[in-house]
């Protein structure tokens, strides 16, 4: 991958026909349902059909299963994402012909174009944060447009558009595509090790979450994590620049201050120091977090925080992120997202809490499913230590995605980096998994799957075996 360096954002009303390679994901279908809510003609095509696609084409999309360079019909602008390869015979022809060619953070820039943006980044939680973000300005009225890396569990959409002049983003700091954004208010939750296979090391991650915070409009807010130290440092830069700062989080001196908190079954209460209690339908201390700094953007927005609180109390989550399963046998099952340390005991710890707040002896069976062999590579020691939180940890092999192998990079090497008091398992073969962890399962147990892969689609399987 290359990292991606800001351009001229080109509003939408003027790309024309927009033709998009790999229309079918969740970051690319959200910007093309979003321009077809504006009446921007819009074609593209996938690599297999899925209900997004189905749901796309009812919108008036033309749609296309496979690659092939006649797809691009009489397109102007062709939209493509970092992981579309240069040999795509769309691309090739696009280029040939001399086409406007985009990445997928410009045509997302396009959208956000006259908009009061406001773009979530860090290197945990943006999807969370941009998600209840998104829901709490609903119901306070403001109706804003949004683009989540994500599906609302309440609507099944990551996308739409609203009738406000607000435009919600997730900003996503992996090839540096959030540097194509110039937000009204960004919110940098923190900053951590990630993406080390195109960044090459942390200083370079800092330096681009710092070229991010000097993209802020002037007048502009930065609402930063107070309990990250590179977040501090970014809200220095923020105020040396004359911008407004507001922090966030449990650390002393933080603007708006979480002062307490307590598990409620699958969700949570805490307490923000001036403002009040928050209610989540979602459990896990760092998703109050995420709430507080939703509250944050509120108030640099001039909103309703009563309003905005209550938003937040139905807020029903995102898909992938803790979503639950369902439960047979006894056992629940959970699916997250979680794809790095920080995550996995961020989510290790909300369940813990859940089963302690039940009041039962019940145990944590975490099947984690390893993504990218470089990742694997980066923080196999660490994963290991995470997932020491378990009872039980299930390993899986690595989910290349779209790396090739690495000699001896394998999920064999988290399983050695578990530490001692937690039961330990390799189950290399995919098809074998469901029937690992659900005769590892016993009446009172939690059973989470973890990771950005194919690893999602086990939890139906498990409950199948469960039950």
Not at 224 to 248: F, H, K, Q, S
Not at 282 to 300: D, E, Q, Y
Not at 337 to 356: G, K, N, S
């Amino acid at each position: 991958m290359s990292l991606i360096s800001p351009g001229e954002v080109v509003p939408a009303e003027k790309l024309g026909r927009v033709h998009f390679i790999a229309i079918g994901g969740a970051g690319m279908s959200g910007i093309a349902r979003v321009m077809l809510k504006r009446g921007v003609a819009v074609s593209g095509s996938d690599a297999r059909d899925s209900e997004l696609l189905g749901q796309l084409a009812a919108l008036g999309a033309k749609v296309f299963v496979g690659h092939d360079a006649a797809h691009l019909g009489d397109a102007d602008t062709v939209v493509v994402s970092t992981a579309i390869r240069d040999t795509n015979p769309e691309l090739v022809a696009a280029r040939e012909r001399g086409l406007r060619v985009l990445h997928r953070s410009a045509a997302l820039a396009s959208l956000m174009a006259g908009r009061r943006a406001v773009a979530v980044a860090g290197t945990h939680g943006k999807t969370t944060t941009t998600s209840m973000l998104t829901v709490a300005l609903q119901h306070a009225g403001a109706d804003p447009s949004y683009c989540i890396g994500g599906q609302l569990v309440t609507t099944g959409l990551g996308a739409d558009e609203g009738t406000g002049d607000v435009f919600v983003a997730e900003a996503d700091e992996s090839d540096g595509s959030f540097l194509m954004y110039t937000p009204h208010i960004a919110v940098v939750t923190n900053v951590e090790a990630d993406h080390l296979d195109n960044y090459g090391g942390f200083e370079l991650v800092k330096e681009n979450f710092a070229r991010f915070v000097d993209r802020i409009e002037p007048g502009g807010t930065l609402v930063a994590g107070a309990d990250d130290p590179v977040a501090l440092e970014l809200a220095d830069r923020a105020r040396a620049r004359g911008l407004r700062v507001l922090t966030y989080g449990a650390a002393e001196g933080a603007d708006l201050r979480v002062t307490g908190f307590t598990p409620r079954g699958l969700g949570s209460e805490s307490t923000i120091e001036g403002v009040g209690t928050v209610r989540l339908g979602v459990p896990g201390r760092h998703n109050s977090l995420n709430a507080t700094a939703v509250v944050a953007v509120a108030r640099a927005l001039g909103l309703d925080e009563d309003a905005v609180r209550e938003g937040l109390a139905g807020f029903g989550g995102a898909m992938r992120r803790l979503e639950r399963k369902g439960e047979a046998g006894g056992v629940e099952v959970f699916d997250s997202y979680a794809h790095h340390p920080t995550e996995v005991t961020a989510d290790l710890e909300a369940t813990r809490d859940y089963l302690r707040e039940k009041g039962e002896d019940g145990r944590i069976v975490a099947v984690f499913q390893p993504h990218l062999y470089s990742r694997t590579r980066f923080f196999a020691a660490e994963f290991g230590q995470a997932l020491g939180l378990a009872d039980v940890a299930v390993v899986m092999d690595v989910y290349g995605a779209r790396e090739d192998p690495e000699p001896g990079v394998t999920g064999e090497l988290i399983v050695d980096a578990v530490p001692e008091g937690t039961e330990r398992v390799y189950a290399p073969v995919w098809d074998e998994v469901a029937a690992t962890a659900a005769g590892l399962a016993r009446p009172g147990d939690v059973v989470i799957t973890l990771g950005a892969g194919d690893v999602t689609r086990l939890g139906p399987l498990v409950l199948d075996r469960l039950a």
